[in-house]
């Protein structure tokens, strides 16, 4: 089993916190306010993006988040917009 080990400052005392085997939940199309969210996706869409079926969406891959590198995680969210 992997781990994913983050140091946390908030709080009284920082601590570090371990996640055995985490998962990765990516929530797109979200924003401060509808108008700025609609403007992001009718930006993406112009740039052939499908629009989303819903808004917010939540995009879940399977794999622990350990098995990815910046690079991998990112192509794994482009293909998951397509």
């Known amino acids: 089993m992997s781990g994913v080990t983050f140091s946390v400052s908030s709080g009284p005392a920082p601590r570090v916190v371990t996640l055995d085997d985490p998962q990765v939940v990516v929530a797109g199309f979200t924003g401060r306010d509808r108008?700025?969210?609609?403007?992001?996706?009718?930006?993406?869409?112009?740039?052939?993006?499908?629009?989303?079926?819903?808004?917010?969406?939540?995009?879940?891959?399977?794999?622990?988040?350990?098995?990815?590198?910046?690079?991998?995680?990112?192509?794994?969210?482009?293909a998951a917009l397509k």
């Open 35 to 78: 108008a700025s969210v609609e403007a992001h996706i009718s930006e993406l869409v112009g740039l052939g993006v499908p629009r989303p079926d819903t808004v917010p969406a939540f995009f879940v891959n399977g794999k622990p988040m350990s098995n990815y590198s910046y690079a991998n995680l990112r192509a794994a969210i482009v």
